[in-house]
């Protein structure tokens, strides 16, 4: 069989399982599969004892199978059990190592310095999966089946054997510990964000966009249902930063998804920390439209505050809203909760298309001011 036959062997059977255990689609499907293939190649070509062997075509699919093993595990786990095993296990693994001599040692003082760490090895994990697997340069993973890729990636990057003098060696992720626990200055003190950062926290419209934010990046973990529809707001929220041509607002979106530290993400995109202050106030001005106007419908669903359920205010709330909006926008909830669309209501109140979605957008606001109080 040649060469051709059997990458092209390969790769229809890895295609074909990862097809069959995610669901994803064929594109996703055929994109990690191909990166596989090429990834175990160029793990045997390189190996001497492989090539020695004489049965590499053998090794070739054990290493297939147990990357595609690793992704279907993550994949099963899901972006957040995913996520937290991950940095569970490698938090583990480095708690001995991190100790460093000008810091005391406390447990707490450790795991400060262990979330530090790992989010500067995150980052190194993204960047040595784009090199070697030949990707752009500003990828990352965006579906539920790349995300368990890269995670199984980083996992194995982290795990990797580097020789040492004298016949020794040791993992990588162990090696990047000793060298970051013997750089920490006397008492550092370490501050990770794992959230979108805030604005005026006076500002009316701060409370809802503050829990919007935490909803997207942070809290206990979701339900089934609640992470389809908070994966629905994730996707529909990047698809419209795009659309209105915020494709910069939808990678800092993307990388704060990632938990990444602030120095990171400067970083990363290139940008100075004035230029990442800007971009911040682009991106909430973006999402509270997103929130109020573009997709309330969808937002208020995943936060359990749909129009059928008061808007998520109390019934006390509810009758104070209704007393303190127009007569114009009471007539707005009344038919939107008789299921009419914007058309429709338009068309009754004699408005403008523009005009009522600023009227709507308005209640909504003092909706989500009363809810939040």
């Avoid at 295609?15 to 994803?24: E, L, M, V, Y």
């Avoid at 095993?85 to 490698?90: A, G, I, P, T």
């Amino acid at each position: 069989m040649s060469v051709s036959s059997v990458v092209e062997t390969l790769f229809d059977r890895l295609f074909q399982k990862i097809n069959r255990s995610t669901q994803a689609s064929k594109r996703n499907c055929a994109e990690v599969a191909s990166r596989i293939v090429c990834e175990v190649q160029r793990i045997c070509a390189e190996s001497q004892r492989i090539q020695d062997s004489g049965n590499v075509e053998s090794w070739e699919n054990d290493l297939a199978d147990l990357r595609i093993q690793q992704i279907h595990r993550y994949f099963e786990l899901g972006s957040y059990k995913g996520r937290l095993d991950l940095h569970s296990s490698l938090s583990a693994i480095v708690y001995r190592y991190m100790t460093p001599p000008q810091v005391q040692s406390s447990y707490r003082a450790r795991i400060s310095l262990i979330e530090d760490f790992l989010q500067n090895f995150y980052v190194e994990s993204v960047n040595a999966f784009r090199r070697e697997h030949d990707v752009a340069p500003d990828y990352r993973p965006r579906s539920l089946l790349e995300l368990a890729e890269y995670m199984a990636f980083t996992e194995r990057y982290a795990k990797r054997r580097i020789p040492l003098s004298r016949g020794r060696s040791q993992q990588l992720i162990i090696l990047r510990t000793q060298t970051f626990s013997r750089q920490q200055p006397p008492e550092t003190t370490i501050d990770i964000q794992q959230a979108i950062e805030g604005g005026d926290a006076e500002h009316p419209r701060a409370a809802p966009l503050q829990r919007l934010r935490e909803e997207l990046t942070t809290g206990e973990e979701p339900s089934d249902l609640e992470n389809t529809v908070r994966e629905r707001v994730i996707e529909q929220l990047i698809a419209y930063l795009v659309e209105k041509g915020q494709q910069d607002c939808a990678d800092y979106f993307s990388l704060r998804l990632m938990d990444l530290p602030t120095q990171e993400i400067e970083s990363i995109l290139g940008i100075t920390a004035r230029e990442r202050d800007y971009l911040q106030q682009r991106f909430k001005y973006h999402l509270l439209k997103f929130s109020f106007a573009h997709n309330w419908e969808l937002v208020h669903e995943w936060l359990g505050a749909e129009l059928g359920k008061n808007l998520g205010l109390t019934p006390q709330q509810w009758e104070h809203l209704k007393e303190k909006i127009s007569h114009n926008q009471l007539k707005i909830i009344n038919l939107k909760q008789q299921g009419l669309d914007d058309a429709e209501i338009s068309k009754q109140l004699d408005l403008t298309a523009t005009q009522l979605r600023k009227q709507w957008s308005k209640l909504l606001e003092q909706a989500w001011d009363l809810r939040n109080i």
